[in-house]
């Protein structure tokens, strides 16, 4: 039987900065079209040198289905293998957090979490990612749910 893809995903290059917001209920076939879209951005567009994936989730109902962890396994996975150097998440619900660092743990890659949008952008800041952060904040202006 095959189950159509549910969720939706904007995946947006800040320069050396991958952001990837998911929204809503994520199902298996979803996770594996955003795989997708992530990994073909990643060797499309990613900068020469090192680069940071901030997930961002948009609202708190933004969850997954068991089926779709093994995708982001696979992206991270990814990630790793193409100089990104780190991961970083912000949410609003716990459940993400948790699942988001241990596959990125077991992915190798470093995973630093946030519980707000402020201590992202000053992590960015206090790390000289200071043209990020501003792109950053005006891409939340416009596109958060809450």
């Known amino acids: 039987m095959f189950e159509i893809p549910h969720g939706e995903i904007e995946v947006k290059w800040i320069n050396n900065v991958l952001l990837s917001a998911p929204l809503g209920p994520i199902n298996g076939n979803g996770a594996k079209l955003f795989a997708e879209k992530i990994s073909q951005s990643i060797n499309n567009k990613r900068p020469i040198s090192p680069w940071l994936r901030i997930e961002v989730f ?23 293998k193409r100089m990104c150097e780190m991961l970083c998440v912000v949410g609003v619900n716990s459940c993400n957090m948790t699942l988001f660092e241990r596959y990125s743990n077991m992915a190798g890659l470093p995973f630093v979490s946030f519980e707000s949008f402020p201590s992202l952008i000053q992590f960015l800041r206090d790390r000289n990612f200071a043209k990020e952060a501003a792109e950053f904040e005006l891409w939340l202006e416009s596109n958060m749910v809450n």
Do not use: V
Not at 58 to 80: G, N, V
């Open 58 to 80: 948009r609202d708190f109902y933004t969850l997954a289905t068991p089926d779709a962890y093994r995708y982001l396994l696979e992206t991270l996975i990814h990630s790793r």
